[in-house]
């Protein structure tokens, strides 16, 4: 079972969930696995602190131009028909700007000359390892590189065999969300009880409407602010997994990047009331 | 003109409150939230919408059942899992490359531009803002961000007005890319915990990248005094001045449910801290 863990606003706690539900399962003797998806900006390494092997290297096909193959001016039909403006006429030759292109291969297809191959351009690395018993996966979207989809669709790949794979989703509701939840069985939304919290939670519950995916909330922070969110919960029918109270106390130790599932009071119960809800809510979901 | 954008790597750090906060002290400015993805900065400055703009990005194909001949070249050539068993287009997953309409045989596959969302010019209580927001599950966000950041700075030239402030989103992929071009300065947002610490040095590479003057703000101070001090220490040996520190403190969540800004929610405590930040980023612009 895949279980993807997401929210519309950043900084609400989805890394904080997905790691402590990740090391909750594993305490229970659950075959668990773990996807950091938020290729941006992974943190979840910091709190389950894996041993990882080597990283790799991952890249996307971009185009090569063969200056002696290339019929020229007469011809540009790869500029032409290249969307994302990632080839241009300059002077004499065709250049290729490899961080614009999205690697869809229509220049190449475009090509009468056969002038075009495949070259590739490094968008980051993965790497995986063990956290205990969980197996754990992670990728770091290079600097200055714009596009992390296609990383992200690299480090889904490193676990389709423990028997439940937590991903922690990158925040927000555009292309590298679509593609970190791609899969998934179910997702939880985490969210806080503030107006921010509140009105990111909305976009991020159309959007998964629209994907047609099985959801729940988890609050975070329960308690800091008021109780909208679980008004909004109530009437629209979207089951409340379970929430974490506020404290100062789970602040500072997340601060130090410290797991807070067995630390704090409450949370043991919560994360296994969390865990029971998925199951009951995908029951029939192999 | 100058324009200053508010990022920090890390989500939930509080650069909104920040914004929203700098926007109520210091000369007039306009307000620009490029955080189309999740925009939140309008629930504190509640705009009144003066003007509405489609923003449209790139084609939305469409494959016409009548024509369609189910060859399957499409999907064959479909680098992104575009296209569904029955030959629809998946709008989610396709990136308008346009591959589909050149290898179909059949000319099935017509194209129409897609609309990716909208964006609005406002007055606020605290000058004009410039914001959007992307459709659901719509790609090129940065594309929007740098429709909105162009946007603030036209209006800005309009209203002669000297300053733009730019409210960032997270990460340090397309959209931070598209916020941060143009800009000449960028205050980072940090607290202190060791995951935001991480991301804030993968944001000050990025802006480094760009040769990008930078400031930063401690949030939260008080919940972790060990890393403040890295922060400090990181910001000493980066050549990132330090523009002022902020507690751990509840009353920011307090004004954002009242929908106030800090400094008009606790204008003699919190909204002095945001005063002396503001001082020391005009010092340095």
């Known amino acids: 079972m895949r279980i993807a863990i997401a929210s519309g606003k950043g900084g609400t706690g989805k890394t904080t969930v997905a790691v402590n539900l990740a090391a909750y399962l594993d305490s229970q003797d659950i075959d668990t696995g773990f996807i950091d998806c938020d290729v941006e900006e992974p943190n979840a390494h910091f709190f389950l602190k894996p041993e990882l092997g080597p990283a790799k290297e991952e890249t996307l096909p971009v185009p090569e131009i063969i200056t002696d193959k290339c019929l020229g001016e007469s011809c540009k039909k790869c500029i032409e028909q290249c969307r994302f403006k990632s080839l241009i006429w300059m002077v004499s030759e065709v250049l290729v700007f490899a961080e614009l292109c999205h690697g869809c291969g229509l220049c190449e297809l475009a090509c009468p000359a056969d002038a075009i191959t495949e070259g590739k351009r490094v968008v980051g690395t993965t790497s995986t390892g ?5 197996n754990f996966a992670t ?3 290079k600097i200055g590189e714009a596009m992390s989809p296609p990383l992200i669709k690299a480090v889904k790949k490193a676990d389709s065999k423990s028997e439940v794979v937590i991903t922690d989703c990158p925040p927000g509701t555009s292309c590298p969300v679509i593609e970190a939840i ?25 959007l998964l409407k629209i994907l047609k995916y099985k959801f729940g909330v988890v609050i975070n922070r329960s308690g800091m ?24 106390d789970a602040a500072s130790t997340y601060s130090s990047g410290d797991l807070l599932w067995d630390k704090i009071p409450g949370f043991k119960q919560e994360y296994e009331k969390i865990w029971n809800s998925i199951i009951k809510l995908t029951s029939g979901a192999a | 003109m100058k324009q200053i954008v508010v990022i920090s790597g890390k989500g939930g750090t509080g650069k909104t409150s920040v914004v929203s906060g700098l926007a109520s002290v210091g000369p007039k400015k306009v307000l620009s939230d490029c955080d189309v993805d999740a925009a939140d900065l309008h629930l504190i ?25 189910s060859c399957g070249l ?57 914001h959007a927001a992307l459709g659901i599950g719509e790609e090129n966000s940065g594309k929007l961000v740098t429709t909105v950041r ?34 000449d300065m960028a205050l980072l947002v940090a607290e202190p ?7 804030l040095e993968r944001v000050h590479s990025l802006t480094k990248h760009f040769r990008l003057p930078s400031m930063a703000i401690i949030n939260k101070c008080g919940l972790n005094p060990e890393l403040e001090e890295t922060i400090r220490k990181f910001c000493t040996e980066n050549d990132v001045t330090l523009a002022g520190e902020l507690p751990y403190d509840r009353t920011f969540t307090r004004a954002q449910l009242e929908k106030k800004s800090i400094v008009e929610y606790d204008p003699d405590g919190l909204g002095k801290k945001i005063e002396q930040i503001w001082n020391s980023i005009e010092l340095k612009l």
């Open chain 1, 139 to 141: 990728a770091l979207l």
């Open chain 2, 45 to 69: 400055l509640k705009p009144d919408v003066l003007e509405t703009n489609d923003f449209f990005s790139g084609e939305r194909p469409e494959i016409s059942a009548d024509k369609c001949t």
């Open chain 1, 182 to 206: 791609e899969g998934s069985d179910f997702v939880v939304l985490v969210t806080e009880p503030t107006p921010f919290g509140l009105h990111d939670l909305d976009l991020a519950v159309q």
């Open chain 2, 150 to 183: 162009n946007a603030s700075a036209e209006v800005a030239e309009k209203e002669g007005v000297e300053l733009v402030l730019v409210d960032g989103s997270p990460g340090v992929g397309c959209p931070v890319i598209a916020s941060l071009t143009n800009a």
């Open chain 2, 193 to 199: 915990t060791v995951t935001a610490m991480h991301d």
């Open chain 2, 74 to 130: 499409c999907a064959e050539h479909c680098r992104f899992d575009a296209i569904s068993d029955d030959f629809q287009i998946i709008p989610e997953k396709c990136e308008g490359c346009g591959v589909c309409s050149y290898v179909c045989p059949a000319d099935a596959v017509s194209t129409l531009p897609r609309k990716c969302g909208q964006w609005f010019i406002s007055d606020t209580r605290f000058g004009k803002m410039v």
């Open chain 1, 225 to 248: 602010g008021d109780n909208s969110v679980e008004e909004y919960l109530n009437k629209n029918n979207i089951p409340l997994l379970g929430s974490l109270p506020h404290s100062r």
């Open chain 1, 130 to 134: 063990k956290a205990g018993d969980i």
